[in-house]
């Protein structure tokens, strides 16, 4: 192949590829882990510094369900983009969580942030905005991401949840599951798991985090 040519694909497949990266919210790093490359292969990749391989590119596409030819710029890429996967989600505050699921009106949010995943997001999704509760995991201006927790939803080991203690006191906290036994950890290490109980409401779980403007 023609070195000019061959640039040019490379130019092209960088652009798509961080194109990608912003729709779906995702960072590099986590790009290499859901289709199993190195991190150093994805970042080559971006600033066009080796040429990429078919395996690689196969499985890109695969993981964003696109063609191989719509990555290297020989087909349209942004028609396979589903508007059901892009949300405009309020952002909230913390003591506005209860009174945002019980009584749900998107329009009385006006601090609104654009996310994407790939999956169909459900109705009642929300972020917050990471403080000084939530430093020992997440830097202050970290926006987290919650969807509510419905019948449907699945939640699995080691998932964060926004809990509702007795006292209506939120908190965030990490999903453990022994055999039968479901565990609240708090994020602060030192504090032992609690089993949980039929005084705590689980809410919503985390479906994302990232800092503002990444």
């Known amino acids: 192949m023609d070195n000019n040519l ?10 798509n590829i961080k194109y990608l990266l912003n729709i779906y919210s995702m960072s590099m790093l986590e790009l290499a882990k859901k289709v199993n490359v190195s ?18 590119l196969f499985k890109i596409s695969q993981y964003f369900e696109i063609q191989i ?14 508007s059901d996967y892009v949300k405009m989600v309020p952002i909230i505050k913390w003591e506005q969580v209860n009174l945002f699921l019980n009584n749900f009106e ?18 009642k999704t929300f972020a917050l905005i990471a403080n000084e509760k939530t430093e020992l995991l997440f830097k202050n201006g970290t926006i987290l991401v919650f969807e509510e927790i419905t019948p449907e939803i699945e939640i699995y080991d080691n998932k964060f949840i926004l ?23 708090s994020i602060n290490p030192n504090i032992p798991p609690q089993l949980l109980n039929t005084e705590s409401k689980l809410l919503a ?9 990444l």
Not at 205 to 213: C, Y
């Open 163 to 185: 809990v509702s203690a007795p006292n209506n006191i939120l908190g965030l906290k990490k999903l453990l599951i022994e055999g039968e036994s479901i565990f609240l950890q």
């Open 6 to 15: 061959l640039d040019d694909y490379k130019s092209q497949i960088a652009r």
């Open 39 to 56: 991190y150093a292969s994805i970042y080559d990749l971006l600033e066009c510094k080796s040429n990429p391989t078919l395996t690689t």
């Open 106 to 123: 998107t329009s009385n949010y006006n601090n609104l942030i654009s996310i994407s995943s790939q999956k169909i997001f459900k109705e």
């Open 69 to 82: 030819s719509q990555l290297i710029g020989d087909a349209p890429l942004t028609s396979n983009i589903k």
């Open 205 to 213: 779980h985390l479906i994302q985090a990232k800092l503002d403007g």
